[in-house]
């Protein structure tokens, strides 16, 4: 990744950095994605990418709850259950879209990173991508990243 500097940064209305997501965002809600925004948008960015994953989960990669691309440079946020107006990775069931915050039960706190990649460069990416095969295709191309961070558990 080649990082230009910059403040890129990501946050939710609906929880502050390392706290408990509202319940409206897991299977104990309605399950719908919560509000993403980023701001201080560096220089040269044409589109961004985000990708939600959690490294708690017992599998070796982790989690992918998330994956959204093909989002305009002039957008700054994913409204609550929002993102299918651009293009749809797929989550770590194959499936597209938001998959809620389901932590198993007893597995205690789960961490829920929001990474905001700012990509500099106007990729034609197919839909259907996974985590790791969209990062290996924008890593040249990521200007910067920044990250929102909540979490959830089932007690």
Same mark, same amino acid.
């Given at each position: 990744?080649?990082?230009?500097?910059?403040?890129?940064?990501?946050?939710?209305?609906?929880?502050k950095h390392g706290e408990r997501?509202?319940?409206?965002?897991?299977?104990n809600g309605a399950g719908v994605?919560?509000?993403?925004?980023?701001?201080?948008?560096?220089?040269?960015?044409?589109?961004?990418?985000?990708?939600?994953?959690?490294?708690?989960?017992?599998?070796?990669?982790? +989690?992918? $709850?998330?994956? %959204? /691309?093909? &989002?305009?440079?002039?957008?700054?946020?994913? @409204?609550?259950? *929002?993102?299918? #107006?651009?293009?749809?990775?797929?989550?770590?069931?194959?499936?597209?879209?938001?998959?809620?915050?389901?932590?198993?039960?007893?597995?205690?706190?789960? +961490?829920? $990173?929001?990474? %905001? /990649?700012? &990509?500099?460069?106007?990729?034609?990416?197919? @839909?259907?991508? *996974?985590?790791? #095969?969209?990062?290996?295709?924008?890593?040249?191309?990521?200007?910067?990243?920044?990250?929102?961070?909540?979490?959830?558990?089932?007690?």
């Amino acid at each position: 990744m080649k990082y230009n500097g910059g403040n890129l940064s990501a946050s939710s209305s609906a929880f502050k950095h390392g706290e408990r997501m509202p319940d409206a965002y897991s299977n104990n809600g309605a399950g719908v994605s919560p509000p993403i925004s980023w701001s201080d948008v560096p220089e040269g960015t044409t589109s961004f990418a985000v990708v939600c994953l959690d490294m708690d989960a017992p599998l070796i990669d982790g +989690f992918t $709850h998330w994956v %959204v /691309y093909g &989002i305009p440079a002039d957008v700054r946020e994913l @409204p609550e259950g *929002g993102g299918d #107006d651009y293009t749809q990775g797929v989550n770590s069931l194959g499936k597209p879209g938001w998959f809620p915050a389901s932590p198993p039960p007893g597995h205690g706190t789960h +961490f829920y $990173h929001f990474h %905001v /990649y700012a &990509i500099g460069n106007n990729l034609e990416l197919e @839909p259907g991508l *996974g985590t790791w #095969d969209l990062l290996k295709k924008i890593d040249p191309d990521v200007i910067n990243q920044a990250r929102v961070v909540g979490t959830y558990s089932n007690e």
